[in-house]
């Protein structure tokens, strides 16, 4: 059972425009919700994160937009660059349950 | 400072052997956990200890796997009898703790593991 569902699987965004990634979940108990960048060859590094008590959060160029009435967010990359060609991978946690459930990841090219 | 460490970083094995895999955590991180990364699958949660202790091993894929660590420090990963369907990379991360507030985990570079 998949509890955190991701989308788009990937995603070609030219350079200066908006990365959008989508992801949904079911499990109301859900109180955190990261964002992970992995790069080829490393770890999961975390990005962003919310807590469900707010509706927007902003760190620099990254965004994550917080629906909780839909249980559903997005992270949003302004003026992508080059740089940003990764993997990103969305997650909640649930402080009475197991460690991190993972989205199955976007692989994001950004194109100059 | 230093972060999490892995090895081997790649280790191709024949089927039905057994494989090591190895995580150093950060210094003074009591938690730990193990996650496998298939191509197109995401992150797979395996196992978590805190301290020396594994509450739960629901997530291990099956009785040939299994896990300990020593110390509050070092984990392996044990596969026995390994199948082509392990080949994936295994991920180790570390927390400072484990509990009601989220402790980041921060992650290993993992283990690429080949099984022919």
């Known amino acids: 059972q998949q509890q955190v569902k991701q989308s788009p699987q990937s995603l070609i965004v030219q350079k200066g425009g908006i990365s959008i990634i989508n992801c949904a979940y079911e499990n109301t108990a859900f109180d955190y919700f990261p964002w992970y960048q992995q790069f080829p060859g490393k770890g999961p590094a975390l990005l962003i994160a919310?807590?469900?008590?707010?509706s927007e959060k902003k760190e620099g160029r990254f965004t994550i937009s917080f629906n909780k009435s839909a249980k559903q967010f997005s992270l949003h990359i302004m003026d992508s660059q080059p740089g940003d060609s990764a993997t990103y991978f969305c997650a909640a946690w649930d402080s009475g349950n197991t460690p991190l459930v993972f989205g199955k990841g976007t692989r994001l090219s950004v194109i100059a | 400072g230093a972060g999490v460490s892995q090895s081997p970083s790649n280790k191709v094995t024949e089927k039905g052997k057994d494989v090591e895999l190895r995580c150093d955590p950060i210094?003074?991180?009591?938690?730990l956990y193990w996650y496998r990364q298939s191509l197109g699958q995401g992150l797979e949660f395996l196992i978590y200890?805190?301290?020396?202790?594994?509450?739960?091993k629901s997530g291990l894929p099956s009785d040939r796997f299994s896990a300990e660590r020593t110390g509050g420090s070092v984990s392996t990963l044990t596969i026995q009898r390994t199948q082509q369907e392990d080949s994936a990379v295994y991920l180790c991360a570390s927390s400072k703790s484990w509990g009601t507030s989220y402790n980041e985990q921060f992650f290993g570079p993992g283990t690429r593991l080949t099984v022919l």
């Open positions: 210094s003074g991180h009591t938690a």
């Open positions: 919310i807590r469900p008590d707010v």
């Open positions: 200890f805190q301290g020396n202790s594994a509450p739960d």
